[in-house]
């Protein structure tokens, strides 16, 4: 039974893996103790991971330690079972790395486009032959809602909507159908360009705003929200059979 601990920028989501699938998970604010006890059932994890977008996780290791026989910190100099042709692998999120070993996992062998929609939107590329190649960070959803309430004078703050209109008739569903089609446009045009270059590109989107736009994204995508939870449960394996030093 495996622990995961993915400390993501405005959550912490837990899940657990047994014989290869998740068995149980949870998403909180702050991790206390008593949730990992429940989590795991009373029982104790034979490998744990934790990784953290924030930087350091020295508090949360610890937490995590009495509960795992063996624990895993993920860092930059972690390593992991796919090559990285990004420049600066210091400065790279643990999360979209992870998503790009999970998108390994899934679709071995493959051309695969990542679009990672949480407080930033990730659209990252991995190689048919295991290799990550960097990609592109803009502001997600709720922060495009956020930054338009925060930095006007007038601006309400509004929230997703399922509306496809082009056109909002007042400012609500303006800010609204702008954020939201601003969005999809972006991806649609990404994908599309992406996909004039690379042949059968496999496009996933993961994270905890996929939901809103896989409808709305008409092209063939796959979604899958446990995309960083299958990453790190295939670091975790990876490092804890030293695999990596055969």
Do not use: W
């Amino acid at each position: 039974m495996n622990l995961i601990v993915d400390i993501g920028n405005t959550l912490v989501k837990l899940a657990v893996f047994d014989g290869g699938r998740i068995v149980a998970q949870r998403c909180v604010e702050r991790l206390h103790p008593s949730m990992l006890g429940e989590l795991l059932e009373g029982r104790r994890a034979a490998k744990a991971v934790v990784a953290s977008t924030r930087g350091e996780a020295d508090d949360v290791v610890e937490t995590v330690r009495p509960y795992a026989d063996y624990l895993l910190e993920f860092t930059s100099q972690t390593p992991v079972p796919v090559a990285n042709a990004y420049h600066t692998p210091e400065t790279l999120g643990r999360d979209r790395l992870a998503a790009a070993v999970g998108a390994t996992v899934l679709y071995p062998g493959r051309n695969v486009l990542i679009v990672d929609f949480g407080t930033a939107v990730t659209i990252d590329l991995v190689t048919a032959d295991a290799t990550f190649r960097g990609g592109c960070i803009s502001p997600g959803m709720k922060t495009r809602f956020r930054a338009l309430h925060d930095y006007t004078a007038k601006l309400p703050l509004c929230a997703a909507t399922e509306s496809e209109e082009l056109a909002g008739l007042n400012t609500r569903q303006a800010i609204e159908l702008g954020v939201m089609n601003g969005i999809t446009f972006e991806i649609e045009g990404y994908a599309a360009r992406m996909r004039s270059r690379i042949e059968d590109l496999c496009v996933i989107f993961t994270g905890g705003d996929a939901n809103f736009f896989v409808k709305r994204i008409k092209n063939t995508i796959f979604a899958n929200c446990n995309l960083v939870f299958c990453g790190l449960n295939r670091i975790l394996e990876y490092n804890a059979s030293e695999e990596h030093l055969n």
